[in-house]
């Protein structure tokens, strides 16, 4: 069975892309486009890996973390993608709970690397 | 030309209290514009930081897109695509930067920027921006080369704005100086203050720059060729950011350079310790 990937991403031209790249890498991915439905889908399908923007329309992405956190669950791998690269944004991410902290755009190989090694 | 009268003489007859309050109201309504320009000013960051941000959401799709294709991942690509997809992704990522660059200085314009600071190491600094570039000084043709000198000690400063200033030096450099020049990055005390202060400086024998140009190139948007068929694009923010950052440090910075005979940044960061 293919490993599940929860991409929360509010933006349909970013989402599109990394659906297309992690399926073409033989994912299953389902996309949320709010911390809320995260949070839903989450505890739902129990990813394997999850990929959060960490800037999402109704709440802070690392929100989604803390709640799932909190209901007993936890991704076998959270990477935070954001547009910022300082290291302030990058120690919030891994206080929280995030495996990396990776910057928008990531290069769509090392994406495939590193959801593959986390799920391998 | 003729001058423009702001305000009559006062009149020696005038009462001192009418005087007074008419420099009152001259006073609340200076005091009124500078509240309207400081939120219209509030207004232009915010707006710059939304477009940013807007800019950069449709431009990571396009990136991400077009590293599919050029990747092969939804199929092959012959050798003349993947050279034309990956001149997409090279503008792409300039833009990005130039975004990041617009976006920075609208916010130190109206919210001044801090430092962040930890201790860190020069040499793992050096290393870290040097080695992000070694694929486009092989390509270029260039030669890199690294002088650091062993006794540095560890600088107490802001990481992430001491490595944007090397990287933007080290960027000019490499985008002045033709195929088969070099480029250095020399560090270690400085001369004038061996006990205090770490002197860095990055060097090329690229065009150079003309004396006349040494203060123009640090000011904002400035650009040494402003026409529109120039050969070199960017913000013209580069170096005003990088001095911004460098003075945050309590750090100096300038150029030496002639025209023809290359150039030479140096930079200056003060040694702070633990608490000081």
């Known amino acids: 069975m293919s490993a599940k990937v929860l991409l929360v991403e509010d933006s349909p031209l970013i989402y599109?892309?990394?659906?297309?790249?992690?399926?073409?890498?033989?994912f299953d991915v389902t996309v949320a486009t709010t911390a809320k439905e995260a949070k839903e889908l989450g505890l739902e399908l129990r990813p394997d890996v999850m990929l959060l923007d960490i800037t999402l329309p109704d709440d802070d992405g690392l929100s989604v973390l803390r709640t799932l956190d909190a209901e007993g669950f936890k991704p076998g791998a959270t990477f935070a993608l954001t547009g910022h690269s300082d290291s302030e944004t990058r120690s919030r991410c891994l206080e929280a709970g995030c495996d990396d902290v990776l910057l928008k755009p990531v290069p769509v190989k090392q994406l495939l690397r590193i959801v593959s090694e986390a799920v391998a | 030309m003729?001058?423009?009268e702001t305000s009559n003489p006062p009149s020696r007859l005038e009462p001192a209290t009418d005087r007074i309050s008419?420099?009152?109201?001259?006073?609340?309504?200076?005091?009124?514009?500078?509240?309207e320009l400081k939120e219209r000013?509030?207004?232009?960051?915010?707006?710059?930081?939304n477009i940013s941000h807007d800019l950069r959401t449709p431009l990571t799709a396009i990136i991400t897109h077009a590293e599919i294709l050029r990747d092969g991942i939804l199929g092959d690509v012959t050798m003349k695509q993947r050279e034309s997809i990956s001149t997409i992704i090279t503008g792409g990522r300039q833009l990005l930067d130039m975004i990041a660059e617009i976006l920075m200085h609208a916010r130190d314009s109206s919210e001044p920027l801090t430092l962040v600071e930890s201790e860190f190491s020069i040499h793992e600094v050096v290393e870290q921006v040097t080695s992000l570039n070694e694929s486009l000084v092989a390509k270029k043709g260039l030669s890199l080369e690294r002088y650091l000198s062993p006794s540095l000690p560890a600088v107490r400063g802001d990481r992430d704005k001491v490595i944007h200033v090397l990287t933007n030096l080290l960027g000019n450099a490499f985008e002045f100086t033709p195929g088969g020049g070099r480029v250095w990055v020399d560090a270690g005390m400085s001369p004038e203050d061996p006990e205090h202060v770490v002197l860095i400086e990055v060097g090329d024998t690229g065009r150079g720059i003309a004396p006349d140009h040494h203060e123009l190139i640090f000011r904002e948007f400035a650009q040494v060729d402003?026409?529109?068929s120039r050969a070199h694009h960017g913000t013209g923010l580069g170096l005003t950011i990088a001095r911004r950052f460098v003075e945050l440090h309590g750090g100096r910075i300038w150029v030496e350079s002639e025209l023809g005979q290359g150039s030479r940044f140096f930079?200056?960061?003060?040694?702070?310790?633990q608490g000081e």
């Open chain 1, 16 to 26: 599109s892309a990394l659906k297309l790249l992690l399926e073409s890498g033989g």
């Open chain 2, 2 to 4: 003729s001058e423009v």
């Open chain 2, 22 to 35: 008419a420099l009152e109201s001259q006073l609340a309504e200076s005091q009124r514009l500078i509240m």
């Open chain 2, 41 to 49: 000013d509030a207004l232009k960051t915010q707006f710059l930081s």
């Open chain 2, 226 to 228: 402003s026409s529109a």
């Open chain 2, 267 to 273: 930079f200056t960061l003060p040694v702070k310790r």
